[in-house]
């Protein structure tokens, strides 16, 4: 099993060697990209050329991609202008596919595996979530990321286009794309329902997760085990299924990313002993 860091955990900063160094000293062997232009500007060739050298020089794999979802963040954790593609809107949705694209610059330099993609917005961040344009959408980014090699993830996020059952049903009845699959996201999934049967319904369709906790209050992306998801249950379910693949915590700067790395680190220890039964 691998175990990564998203670069989340430094989504309001300019993206950094310092930073890539920094999660690999605490021995993760994988980061996920947010591609947020405020933090990696992705339709830089140069930032793409070092990016590929950080990692290089981190030993360092670049698992995956987040597809950006605002143009700019700013500290503490203020978005810009969201970027949704299931707008009804089509010039507003044909950009969001048009900034999937960009993103996937860094696939075409780099080596990774998936793009992970947001249908829409959460519903508690209000805006339009059509379904018909998502479907366009989803339908036209696993086009584009096919010619790459690249496996698009469709991510749990907590709206009425993305819940389990939706995304599964999307896949198995509507889309024809048979690269693409879906990103466990376990804090949302927990704030929707039940992790465990979460699991369940995405189990053959599952290419990749993203790991954090809440209270199932808010959307809080803390370690593991700093909420109330039940992760002896949750990850016995994810053995159950089968699942071999990396576990990408996506956690949230909550103090500063030393400290929320070192926790990270011990949240892996007790994933591995889990696993290990």
Known sequence: M???ISTHLYHDQRLSREHLAEIASYGFTAVELFATRSHFDYH???AIDALGRWLGETGLTLHGIHA?????????????EVISNAVPDNAKRQAAVREADAAL?????????????HL???TAQGGENNRTAAFRSAEEICRIAAPIGIRVALEVIPNDLSDPQSLVSLIE???DAPHAGICLDFGHAFLMGD??????VVAEHLIATHVHDNKRQADDHLV???GRIDWDVALMSMQKVGYDGTYMMEVRNTSDPATVLGRARDARARFEKLLAY
């Open 68 to 80: 950006p979802i605002t143009d700019r963040l700013t500290p503490p954790d203020r978005w810009g």
């Open 224 to 226: 593991p085990f700093e």
């Open 105 to 117: 610059n860094i696939a075409r330099a780099i080596p990774t595996g998936v793009l992970v993609v």
């Open 44 to 46: 830089d060739p140069a």
């Open 2 to 4: 691998r175990f990564g």
């Open 173 to 175: 009845r509507d889309l």
């Open 120 to 122: 829409g917005t959460p």
């Open 195 to 200: 992790v465990a049967d979460a699991v369940e």
